[in-house]
């Protein structure tokens, strides 16, 4: 078995440099984010916040640390201190929580509105009509303390190649269309282990990868 630096020097090699890597350390142990981290990784990703806190507070200070599962809101205010960026957001109230949690630490949040991509029903996320209504709202303007950098996507679990480039390459249009009015607009996340290379062959400038990393999880620990 190849070991968590080796795993993570040959997906680096096989990213363009402008491509960013998120380690997604979900379930696995401090010492395999230490092991990580002793190789130079420094973003990792989370999807449970309490989690994701204790870690915070285990390991060294310059890691990034990114949110990218669903999130509920009367949690959000554990990580506002210092989540660098989060992934899943789907909901305007949830924007609305982290505006005002991170204000409380004179803070502005990076956030990515989460689409829609997959043909399955199971997944989370805005259509781009309702992406476009955020964006375009009144409301948001209001939220000082937010940033919304660009999206995230999850593709459909399948092995058809053909169908998830078609949905990668759907939120990459989209993508391209919203940064030219809003200029704030950098990092389009999407790919993970099974399909990061495709991803990012049709656009994603950030891809979270768990597994190929780290192994696979196992939940009943
Ligand atoms: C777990 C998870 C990943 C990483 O999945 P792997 O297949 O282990 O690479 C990526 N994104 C999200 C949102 C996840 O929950």
């Avoid at 092991?35 to 285990?58: P, S, T």
């Avoid at 999206?151 to 030219?180: C, I, R, V, W, Y």
């Amino acid at each position: 078995m190849s070991t968590i630096k080796e795993n993570l020097l040959n997906i680096k090699q096989s990213l363009p440099e402008e491509v960013t890597l998120v380690a997604v350390s979900k379930t696995k142990p401090i010492a395999d984010l230490q092991e990580a981290y002793n190789a130079g990784q420094r973003i990792f990703g989370e999807n449970k916040i309490q989690e994701m806190v204790e870690k915070y507070e285990a390991l060294p200070k310059d890691i990034k640390w990114h949110m990218i599962g669903h999130l509920q809101s009367n949690k959000v205010k554990y990580m506002a201190h210092f989540v660098d960026l989060i992934h899943g957001v789907d909901k305007f109230s949830t924007l609305k929580e982290i505006n005002k949690q991170a204000k409380k630490h004179n803070r502005i949040i990076n956030c990515l509105l989460q689409a829609k991509i997959a043909k399955e029903e199971t997944k989370f996320g805005l259509s781009f009509k309702d992406i476009e209504t955020i964006l375009s709202s009144e409301e948001i303007k209001e939220l000082e303390n937010i940033k919304i950098v660009g999206f995230m996507g999850m593709a459909t679990f399948t092995d058809n190649q053909k169908q998830l480039a078609e949905e990668f390459l759907s939120l990459k249009t989209f993508f391209d269309n919203q940064q030219q009015t809003t200029n704030s607009f950098n990092t389009l996340s999407m790919g993970m282990s099974g399909d990061y290379l495709l991803a990012v062959k049709n656009g994603s400038t950030m891809v979270r990868v768990g597994s190929s990393i780290f192994g696979n999880r196992n939940y009943n620990q």
